[in-house]
């Protein structure tokens, strides 16, 4: 009996310890893998625009890549060519000709599958050293992914979003980390300081210069188109046809100094300008969306590498030709 007892007794005693070990293992904490992962590298063609290598249902083209559209469109020749059904349009677009459906869909080699293109009223373009494009990505709105904008090696890299906040930027050690919101039209706008003023912009890879909105140039700094230190360029017939001014503009640990800023209309008078509603107290209009005061256009951006951490509304910049020292690269 005694003995009958103690093997009982060592049996609850083994049994509490292997609970307690599976509550341990149980209980212990998973580790987070924040390793960046990389879903694609898409080869981009640049010159006053940026196009990208597209697959429409089995059939390659080029198209814009655009970061300050609310929905990617198609030229009406291009829809017309493919035979595609078109549809009505939905608000707030009821004027363009219609909606389509691509069945299969892919940037480069990454597959997207199913997307809508609204058609635009245009036939398809070609611009000097560039290939025909059939219309426009608007990349925000089309990808579930971060991106990358690699303008030294003319690169769209794309990463999966599960890396941990501010694991992303691998080709330098520093960059700056600029905040960024989606207006009420999904377009990602950002504070930067041009001239010593906080002012919303946004990226514009379909324009080649850099412009400012002289309405917000008037107001913030007392100069507009008729300013006499602005520099204009002139037709062969004489007329004055661009305005500029050399401006400088500071990210975080990043300045562009004499940039050249070319002044364009302002908005309508409903816009509203605002001195600092915009992102960190920016400047911006307060009730016209898509098109914010300043734009940064490929004068500039080619000089940047971009990275948008899209789950953190995060842009990370660095010059373009940024790496880190080759002794830690090569750990």
Known sequence: MGKFLECKCLLIVLAVLVCSTTAVAIDAPQIRDCRLRQLASIDLKVGSIVLIPVILDGAPAFMGLNISLPISTINLEAANDKKLVMRKAPEPFSDAPGIVTIDSFSLGAFGIGKVQLLVFPAGNKTLPGLPTFIGSIALPALLKADFELDFAHNKLNLFATDHCPGNVVYWADKAAAIPYTLDRIGIPVFPIELDGKKISAALRLSASGTTLKTDVSKALYGFDETSPDVRSDTSES?????????????????????ADVQLMAGLNKKC?????????????????????PLTLGLDVLRHLRLYFATVEHILYVTAADAARPATASGQ
Not at 238 to 258: E, F, Q
Not at 277 to 290: V, W
């Open 238 to 258: 004489g007329t004055a046809i661009k305005h500029y001014r050399a401006m400088k503009m500071t990210l975080p640990g990043l300045s562009v100094t004499n």
């Open 272 to 292: 509203e300008l605002s001195p600092d509603s915009g992102p960190e107290h920016s400047a911006t209009y307060k009730s016209c969306f898509g098109n914010p």
